[in-house]
T-cell receptor, first 110, second 111 residues
Framework: GQQLNQSPQSMFIQEGEDVSMNCTSSSIFNTWLWYKQDPGEGPVLLIALYKAGELTSNGRLTAQFGITRKDSFLNISASIPSDVGIYFCAGLNYGQNFVFGPGTRLSVLP | DARVTQTPRDKVTEMGQEVTMRCQPILGHNTVFWYRQTMMQGLELLAYFRNRAPLDDSGMPKDRFSAEMPDATLATLKIQPSEPRDSAVYFC?????????FGQGTRLTVV
């Protein structure tokens, strides 16, 4: 079946640093979504991407839909302590279900 | 502020007992998903509905799990009988198109 890989699995960064993470697949997707999950909470939708090559921002977050449609990237600029959490990517094709990646766990050191 | 509401937030039960989890999707959303999250398996899709009709429940152990949508404002996930390996966080999500919005989850512990 379809699977998504996320890298890195976890990362520790200093407050103020920029963060980059990515999501790759062997399959093509028509939609890419990025979610953040805080401890004890459900995943919250951050950014949705609908077109290959699309670059979309949400505050300090920027995500891109890869040209090959098999990958997506999420960048966080000037990280702050509340950025801590698990970031999930999800891919979707028409008429099918969401496929979720295993997540990237982000820790921000003060 | 529209959101998906799940009850209960936490449930501890003894092995063999029936467990029912409830979800109120966002008003107007026509798709409802049930996911299970564990450390080992991550987010697993159990079942999903579109316009209240079950479309896919292949991720659900059929002998003990059942999912229903009695009406557009309520989705239920039932486990009978529950087993310790069912311990996990169960999420409901709803959507309209190419996005899904999650509830806060029900943390189930079966002892």
């Amino acid at each position: 079946g379809q699977q998504l890989n996320q890298s890195p699995q976890s990362m520790f960064i200093q407050e103020g640093e920029d963060v980059s993470m990515n999501c790759t697949s062997s399959s093509i997707f028509n939609t890419w979504l990025w979610y953040k999950q805080d401890p004890g909470e459900g995943p919250v939708l951050l950014i949705a991407l609908y077109k290959a090559g699309e670059l979309t921002s949400n505050g300090r977050l920027t995500a891109q839909f890869g040209i090959t449609r098999k990958d997506s990237f999420l960048n966080i600029s000037a990280s702050i302590p509340s950025d801590v959490g698990i970031y999930f990517c999800a891919g979707l094709n028409y008429g099918q279900n969401f496929v979720f990646g295993p997540g990237t766990r982000l820790s921000v050191l003060p | 502020d529209a959101r998906v509401t799940q009850t209960p937030r936490d449930k501890v039960t003894e092995m063999g007992q029936e467990v029912t989890m409830r979800c109120q999707p966002i008003l107007g959303h026509n798709t409802v998903f049930w996911y299970r999250q564990t450390m080992m398996q991550g987010l697993e899709l159990l079942a999903y509905f579109r316009n209240r009709a079950p479309l896919d429940d292949s991720g659900m152990p059929k002998d003990r799990f059942s999912a229903e949508m009695p009406d557009a404002t309520l989705a239920t996930l039932k486990i009978q009988p529950s087993e310790p390996r069912d311990s996990a966080v169960y999420f409901c999500a709803s959507g309209l198109g190419a996005e899904a919005f999650f509830g806060q989850g029900t943390r189930l512990t079966v002892v």
